[in-house]
């Protein structure tokens, strides 16, 4: 039986929708907000280990769109589309991620930056439409290890960005 009262866990009310993925990274939060702001940084680092994009349309801004495609390693192609939907620089970026715009499958992510020092504590926090839509996500499409592999892929891609900086 789950615990309830005061003192019980939080527990959100879509928890069982939900996929939270997080670490900290090594460099300052508006640096890391920059990978994600620009198509040249984005397309260098977004996806699961072997994942490469190809892009087709950008604007980063409120209302604006990525359609890309993702290539994965066997070759697969997998047609993506994001449209952020609220960005505060340099700490949050909310987004909506399905295969084209009207995609009833479709799911929200809210990314989070926090300073963490002279780090960064990222949080991609993704609400699916349902349960069976998360699941598949998981066990389909391995969401959880792909989202670990695609902040690995960013924290390398933004340490790199350091080491150009301190070059420079």
């Known amino acids: 039986m789950a615990a309830t009262g005061p003192d019980a866990p939080a527990r959100s009310a879509t928890a069982e929708r939900?996929?939270?993925i997080s670490r900290v990274i090594a460099a300052p939060r508006e640096l890391v907000f920059e990978a994600f702001s620009a198509v040249r940084h984005l397309s260098q680092w977004w996806?699961?280990?072997?994942?490469?994009?190809?892009?087709?349309?950008?604007?980063?801004r409120a209302g604006g769109e990525w359609d890309f495609v993702m290539h994965g390693p066997d070759g697969t192609d997998y047609q993506e589309w994001?449209?952020?939907?609220?960005?505060?620089p340099p700490e949050r970026i909310?987004?909506?991620?399905g295969e084209s715009r009207g995609d009833p499958s479709a799911f929200t992510s809210v990314v989070t930056l926090a300073s963490d020092g002279t780090a960064?504590?990222?949080?991609?926090?993704?609400?699916?439409?349902?349960?069976?839509?998360r699941d598949e996500a998981v066990e389909k499409y391995h969401a959880i290890e792909?989202?670990?592999?695609?902040?690995d892929h960013l924290a390398a891609y933004v340490s790199?960005?350091?080491?150009?900086?301190g070059e420079g």
């Open 146 to 151: 792909g989202g670990h592999q695609t902040l």
């Open 120 to 133: 960064t504590r990222i949080e991609m926090r993704t609400v699916f439409p349902t349960k069976e839509l």
């Open 18 to 20: 939900e996929i939270v």
């Open 94 to 97: 909310e987004l909506v991620h």
């Open 47 to 60: 996806g699961p280990e072997g994942f490469t994009t190809t892009t087709r349309a950008f604007e980063f």
């Open 82 to 88: 994001i449209c952020w939907s609220e960005i505060t």
């Open 160 to 165: 790199e960005m350091v080491a150009e900086e």
